[in-house]
């Protein structure tokens, strides 16, 4: 009988980083899809909007007038989903009805003054002034004694729950650390305390020797499909330095940084030559005071669409109930990324 | 100052369930939608569609002629996720790179050989029926020594991944226990181990007694919005006496919790006057050949609909990369889901 085969027979992997599993059925992509077709919205924006809320200049829904700002500009949400003036208290019941106060901030960030541009479409140097704000944000949200955690990230299209198209990403800083950064830091502190180095580095010198799974690289860089990837075209920035987070960032990794997200984002929009949805965040250590060596800054991408432009993966019934489930290799997702051209299709005068 | 109240500042509550944390933000209901909007399809289907592979009499995408079915039907799924066909074997590259050959066997059951209905539009007795299949399939399958946990679901509308309205639901059968009835494991076995009663017995006198976010009941079941609720109306069944898994319950039992999902689909369906979509599914101890007394036999439901037919949540950026979040209280949710009438808007002839 034949032996196992990860490209033709249904297994499960283990997310290292996450300590939790993805059941991979590659078999299945050849199935037809009849099912529910995205739209796909034919993304002819002007450079300024008279009725985005988010364009230079104009009023917000609370009355505020945002600035004439010329590169980057943040402010706090007006309808933050955290606010910092929480009464403290809470609620517990036998541990069966369990509740507790949490407070924060939540903050906006336009990436462009220009309303029809995306971060594909930016140049490097324009990109690096996002970074710079991420850098600064970090710092000062991170340094509030109430702030233990800062989620940076972006939800880009309608169907990723994106409101406005003008480019723009959040920061959700909290108290509490959430589920995702907690699970990660077990995963990472385990393996630190075992081998006195960070799990991402040992995991990229072993992607690094196989080159199965990278995508794309620079000097202080590496973007990959990891081995464990859940969403069809996920794919992960890993920093070749083990740092904590964005504040250690040297000039030129910050430049490179920049450099790393224009040419993945440049990849998937030419993928299916659509602006390529997705939620992106960096992930870095806690801001509890403590110095956590075992955290490796990275940044997550998990965009859904799985074929086309139109046909995208649902994470529904199985998956919420039991295990995430994806359909296509990510060996072979990793194959088409690195297929696509780094000049954005809009750029190439085809 | 003002001390903490639920239904008004934002808290974190504690799935003692899954042991997890979920972000409530009560406050941040009233914030304006102008992001993607869903398509409420005019759901005008015929009684038996000759394109539809699920009615009877009609074949498969393999070729296969379904029977002349006149209640259920359960056969194979064509592009199953899980085949019980794969060699073992599986890949360790220290610890970071873990995959394992996965087996398993996926089934589809059609609820009813009528094409345009749903299962508030069924009987109880139609309903019943569904419910005697689930029990026979995972006596059936949960017997095989090579399937240690079986999955049984519904995703129902387009939104939740349904490419075929034919009413019908699946089953994956597997080899390991993913990794939410693992979680539920985990929490379930320390409580029994602690108390002696299932963790959730004891959650559902509390519920009963509070009344806040019970939903309806009937003699042997209660329907709540759990109060760790991470979707807008999401629901659990709960059965009243602590049975581990469906096979136990009495035939006055399978009666009863085919009353309850008709009930409970019926107040979807009337809650925004659409066919109401929602992932659902049970869950039940391991089939793993051991007794598994601290399981306590439930069926979640998640719906995406947030506040019409039309907005629904997005589980992104944050959710993706921090906990889920939501916007209105499991109480506001019970509270609306108790308004709605019994009686089917499409029958209630007004
Ligand atoms: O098996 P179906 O109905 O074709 O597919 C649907 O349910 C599956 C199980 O939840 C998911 O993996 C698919 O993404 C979804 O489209
Ligand atoms: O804050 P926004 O952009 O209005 O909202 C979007 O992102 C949030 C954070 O991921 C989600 O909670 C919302 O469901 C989504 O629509």
């Not at 690289?217 to 973007?223: M, T």
């Not at 920093?239 to 940084?257: C, G, M, W, Y």
């Not at 995208?312 to 051209?341: C, H, I, N, W």
Request: charged share 25%; hydrophobic share 35%.
């Amino acid at each position: 009988s034949a032996s196992f085969d990860s490209t033709e027979h249904p297994h499960r992997r283990f997310n290292a980083l996450a300590g939790e599993w993805v059941l991979v059925s590659p078999h299945r992509s050849k199935r037809p899809w009849q099912g529910q077709q995205e739209e796909t919205e034919q993304d002819q924006r002007p450079a300024y909007d008279p009725t985005c809320y988010l364009c230079p200049g104009n009023s917000r829904v609370g009355g505020e007038v945002n600035p004439k700002y010329e590169s980057t500009f943040v402010f706090n949400n007006d309808f933050g989903a955290l606010t910092a003036d929480v009464p403290t208290g809470g609620v517990n019941e036998g541990g069966l009805l369990r509740a507790e106060a949490e407070s924060g901030i939540c903050r906006v960030i336009c990436f462009s003054p220009r309303h029809d541009l995306t971060l594909p479409q930016m140049t490097v140097p324009a990109i690096r002034k996002v970074v710079d704000l991420w850098v600064e944000e970090f710092q000062t949200l991170g340094a509030r004694p109430d702030i233990n955690y800062v989620q940076i990230f972006e939800n880009k299209g309608p169907m990723m729950g994106c409101s406005n198209p003008h480019p723009h990403g959040q920061i959700w800083a909290q108290r509490t650390v959430p589920g995702e950064p907690a699970k990660e830091t077990v995963q990472q502190l385990a393996y630190f305390q075992e081998h006195g180095r960070t799990l991402l580095s040992d995991y990229l010198k072993i992607e690094l020797e196989k080159q199965e799974r990278v995508v794309l690289e620079n000097e202080h860089f590496v973007v990959l499909v990891p081995f464990w990837a859940v969403w069809p075209y996920e794919t992960i920035i890993i920093s070749r330095r083990a740092v904590q987070d964005i504040t250690q960032l040297t000039p030129d990794e910050r430049d490179a940084l920049a450099d790393a997200v224009r040419r993945l984002t440049i990849r998937y929009d030419n993928l299916f030559r659509i602006s390529f949805p997705y939620s992106a965040g960096l992930h870095q250590r806690p801001t509890d005071g403590q110095e956590h060596p075992e955290w490796h800054l990275h940044m997550h991408f998990y965009p859904p669409l799985l074929r086309s432009a139109t046909v995208r993966k649902f994470m529904v019934g199985y998956e919420m109930l039991g295990d995430p489930q994806r359909d296509v290799t990510p060996e072979f997702s990793a194959g088409r990324l690195r297929e696509q051209s780094e000049v954005h299709y809009k750029d190439a005068g085809e």
